[in-house]
């Protein structure tokens, strides 16, 4: 029986008010997006050495890196904010890979605009 698999922690859906644009309106005041990340962090073992959150990546910290990195300042393209993202989730402990997507949500009134980027190993 196997005591190890590929284990990978995913936020989806994660939505907040970013400061992020070109145009005159996005200087102005944030935009909403949503960014779904994926992080690859390799083999673990299939049941944790204890019950305790201090032993395994807390994905509360995930979660407020990737708002407080969103937010922190304005940016003005979207390849700026994923690269930015990508690299800082990358120095987590134990992270070998990085997937994620970030969508703005109300770019424009016809359709979502988003962008996808993946590093490190998968």
């Given at each position: 029986?196997?005591?190890a698999?590929?284990?990978?922690?995913?936020?989806?859906?994660?939505?907040?008010?970013?400061?992020?644009?070109?145009?005159?309106?996005?200087?102005?005041?944030?935009?909403?997006?949503?960014?779904?990340?994926?992080?690859?962090?390799?083999?673990?073992?299939?049941?944790?050495?204890d019950?305790?959150?201090?032993?395994?990546?807390?994905?509360?910290?995930?979660?407020?890196?990737?708002?407080?990195?969103?937010?922190?300042?304005?940016?003005?393209?979207?390849?700026?904010?994923?690269?930015?993202?990508?690299?800082?989730?990358?120095?987590?402990?134990?992270?070998?890979?990085?997937?994620?997507?970030?969508?703005?949500?109300?770019?424009f009134?016809?359709?979502?605009?988003?962008?996808?980027?993946?590093?490190?190993?998968?």
């Amino acid at each position: 029986m196997s005591k190890a698999g590929t284990q990978i922690l995913t936020l989806t859906g994660l939505r907040f008010d970013a400061n992020l644009g070109i145009l005159d309106h996005e200087k102005v005041a944030p935009q909403p997006i949503q960014v779904d990340a994926e992080l690859n962090l390799g083999t673990q073992p299939l049941l944790p050495r204890d019950d305790d959150i201090t032993h395994v990546l807390d994905y509360r910290k995930v979660r407020r890196i990737i708002i407080e990195e969103c937010t922190a300042e304005h940016v003005n393209l979207l390849e700026s904010l994923i690269g930015k993202l990508a690299h800082r989730l990358m120095q987590l402990p134990g992270v070998l890979g990085v997937r994620v997507k970030i969508v703005k949500l109300e770019i424009f009134d016809d359709c979502e605009v988003a962008i996808r980027a993946e590093t490190g190993q998968w």
